[in-house]
């Protein structure tokens, strides 16, 4: 069954208790509340990401604090609740409303099968009864195939007339890239500079190319020697332990 089917048999199954509920008003005074889906997006082996666990409940519910932990994971909160991770929209949730917890999830390298999430929630029932729910998502785990680094960045347009900076972006998907450099091999007429003069351009963000996420680097390209065209300039990057060969299609427009 794809997600979105399952989200609405949830909501539907809430629905349908919500309003069993509120005919029966001693079962209102202990909601029940649950995950909508207990499975989270799937991340990739040495990943770091965040990752939102939709919550619904049959009854009000206030003062809602979440924290979790499991095997293979390090789990941090948002900034703004530190501890612990809160609803997105205020600590508490009425009766047949949906709302989402946030966790930051790095995951072991050498966590290859999926994994699970062991949250407990603490809440109130809004009149001064604390609750506590203990439950598990699974966090399905992606195997690693192909290259290590995924080139995002295909091509670029420049003006023949003033050298500009651009941007291209990159994708780590295994771990361990480290020291990462890139450097451009432009034709005659195309000519490329890295940031502070360096022999090579690093990545903005950090040194080592993260497993899932994106990060870039910067390089400004001179094309004022060049005749307006498409031109194909060779990339190549280093990282500990290996390297990486695409390729750039700079458009020059005169």
């Known amino acids: 069954m794809r997600r979105s089917a399952r989200i609405a048999t949830a909501v539907a199954a809430l629905a349908t208790a919500t309003t069993a509920t509120t005919a029966t008003p001693a079962a209102a005074a202990a909601p029940a509340v649950g995950l909508v889906v207990p499975v989270l997006a799937p991340m990739l082996a040495g990943q770091q990401g965040w990752v939102s666990a939709l919550w619904g409940t049959t009854g009000d519910i206030c003062d ?47 966590t290859k099968r999926p994994t699970s999430l062991a949250i407990t929630l603490r809440y109130s029932d809004c009149h001064g009864t604390a609750k506590t ?4 998502a699974v966090l399905p785990v992606v195997p690693t195939t192909g290259a290590a680094v995924v080139q995002k960045t295909s091509s670029v347009a420049v003006p023949k007339a003033t050298p500009v900076w651009t941007q291209l972006s990159f994708q780590g998907r295994r771990t361990g890239l480290a020291d990462f450099k890139v450097t451009l091999s432009p034709p005659t007429g195309l000519s490329v500079t890295y940031p502070g003069d360096h022999a090579a351009a690093g990545l903005s963000l950090t040194s080592s190319l993260p497993v899932g996420s994106d990060d870039f680097i910067a390089v400004r390209i001179d094309a004022t020697g060049a005749a307006a065209g498409t031109y194909k300039v060779p990339v190549h990057a280093t990282y500990d332990g290996g390297s990486f060969d695409g390729s750039l299609t700079v458009v020059v427009s005169s």
């Not at 932990?69 to 703004?80: E, F, R």
């Not at 612990?84 to 790095?106: P, V």
């Not at 729910?133 to 598990?136: G, K, R, V, W, Y």
């Open 64 to 110: 809602v604090r979440a924290t979790a932990g499991g095997p293979g994971l390090t789990v941090s909160y948002p900034a703004n609740t530190g501890d612990h991770s809160s609803l997105y929209k205020e600590d508490k949730l009425a009766a047949g409303h949906f709302d989402y917890t946030a966790f930051k999830l790095a995951l072991d390298p050498g």
């Open 133 to 136: 729910l203990n439950t598990t």
